[in-house]
């Protein structure tokens, strides 16, 4: 196999998918532009479940690449049930994650079902997996077990704690990750005794540590795939992806400081340590909400802006050489962070970002998804997309994030919402692996497709 397999076309399977008959076979799954994206021509086959491995497969998807995801039969990826339900069932977040890839229904708890996955991987560039380390080496389709198949083949694995270490077989969700790598310690209120924790740590309402695996994972795939092509060889590679090293990957100088001057960074509540100033400040109710408290969150940590920003608040006698550089603000933050909660308790979160965008210092609201997504900016940019789910004659928008990072002549429009479970199932075997339809309609009666 060489480093880039050749463009395949793209056909989707008709969406009678009870019946036992073949599939009638259209072309309109995609448009003609995947051409000429980053990554046109390279095929991953996505064997994750959840979010981590099917975060890689979304970013490697938008770009160009051809994702290939196998899903159980009849369930399919759990994700696709949760949080909040469309009228179809479905989650509308698995129809934003699943973008653009093709949904192949596979059981590979039978063997033959195994063998299909065998046969699809060593067929493709990239296999994407985020089971616990083991699980597939115990089914036959470990790197051991293709890679003499295909030499090229690229292996992109997440999990909690890598595939080597005492930690290695442990389950690992994203939620103990972040505690583990320190993460979750300085997120929260701070004791004002001890300086840990005031209580449980504090949790971003996401997912955090199964997205940043996955932008690690993806990077990583990238960066495999460009080591391959330089190599006479074309000899593929393991990428091991532990969340627990990617939230490392996040904490800035966190163990450096503890090495050199043995401190230990504690949560610090809506701040920064040893940065200020930075931080939400409180600003005056919204007149059709007067009982809900309202917040601005100012970033003057440069030292001229510091010196803007002081004089917007009339508090000049706060500048100087005491606070000339962050280091002397920082000897001084509960005086600097006064001064402004006591100007921005009297204004209104408009009339602060009116003055401070006219100094320029960095100033933003605390938003809503619903300003999100009809702020002025996100709209300009095109940052948040409408993206069809359904049949020609029925169906609706599902709006979900663009393409990101923004590339020159590369679409940010997704070319498809997440599929139904199988919709793409005929269409790759026939096509990928040169199965006549009546070989797929037996393993269909057979179980071991959906």
């Known amino acids: 196999m060489t480093s880039i397999i050749s463009s395949r076309s793209l056909a989707c399977a008709s969406r009678s998918r009870r019946s036992l008959r073949p599939r009638v076979v259209t072309f309109a799954t995609v448009t003609d532009g995947t051409q ?11 064997m994750g479940q959840l979010i981590a491995g099917p975060f ?48 192949v229904a596979i059981d590979m708890r039978k063997p033959e079902g195994r063998d299909l996955v065998k046969q699809l991987a060593i067929k493709s560039d990239v296999v994407i997996e985020n089971f616990k380390p083991g699980t597939l080496e115990r089914w036959g389709l470990g790197p051991a077990d293709l890679r003499p198949h295909n030499p090229s083949l690229i292996f992109t694995r997440v999990s909690g704690y890598g595939q080597t270490g005492p930690w ?24 004002s005794e001890s300086q840990g924790l005031a209580g449980p740590p504090v949790r971003p309402n996401i997912s955090l540590g199964d997205s940043i695996a996955g932008l690690h994972a993806a990077f990583g795939t990238v960066l495999a795939l460009l080591g391959r092509q330089r190599q006479s060889t074309h000899a593929g590679t393991t990428v091991d992806v532990s969340i627990v090293e990617s939230m490392l990957n996040l ?22 340590t040893g940065i200020v100033p930075t931080n939400a ?18 970033g003057a940590n440069g030292d001229s802006i510091y010196n803007r920003l002081m004089e917007v608040v009339k508090r000049p006698d706060l500048t100087g050489p005491k606070y000339e550089q962050n280091h002397h603000r920082v000897e001084r933050q509960i005086e600097i962070e006064e001064a402004i909660s006591n100007w921005t308790r009297q204004h209104t979160v408009d009339e ?18 619903k300003e999100v997504v009809e702020g002025e900016q996100i709209k300009a940019r095109g940052a948040v997309r409408d993206v069809w789910v359904g049949g020609e004659d029925k169906g609706w928008n599902v709006k979900m994030q663009g393409t990101f990072p923004v590339l020159d002549g590369v679409d940010p429009q997704p070319k498809w919402a997440g599929p139904d479970l199988g919709f793409h199932t005929d269409e790759v075997l026939m096509s990928n692996l040169g199965l006549s ?14």
């Open 168 to 191: 290695a077989p442990r389950p690992g969700y994203a939620s103990v990750c972040e505690a583990e790598s320190g993460f979750r310690y300085i997120n929260g209120f701070p004791d």
């Open 251 to 272: 904490m800035e100088g966190i163990i450096p400081e503890y090495d050199r001057k043995g401190k230990t960074r504690g949560p610090s509540g809506s701040s920064v």
């Open 56 to 103: 890689a497969g979304q970013l490697l998807g938008q770009f160009g690449a051809e994702v290939i995801k196998v899903e159980p039969p009849r369930t399919g990826d759990p994700l696709r049930v949760w949080r909040e339900l469309d009228e179809d069932g479905t989650s509308p977040w698995f129809r934003s994650i699943a973008r653009n890839k093709k949904s």
């Open 437 to 450: 339809s009546d070989a797929v309609t037996k393993l269909r009666t057979e179980g071991v497709i959906g």
């Open 352 to 369: 602060v970002i009116e003055v401070m965008n006219k100094v320029g210092v960095p100033v933003g609201r605390v938003v809503t998804v």
């Open 36 to 46: 000429n994206l980053p990554l046109s021509g390279i095929r991953v086959l996505e």
């Open 281 to 298: 400040y409180p600003c005056l109710p919204d007149s059709s909400a007067p009982l809900i408290p309202t917040y601005i969150v100012i």
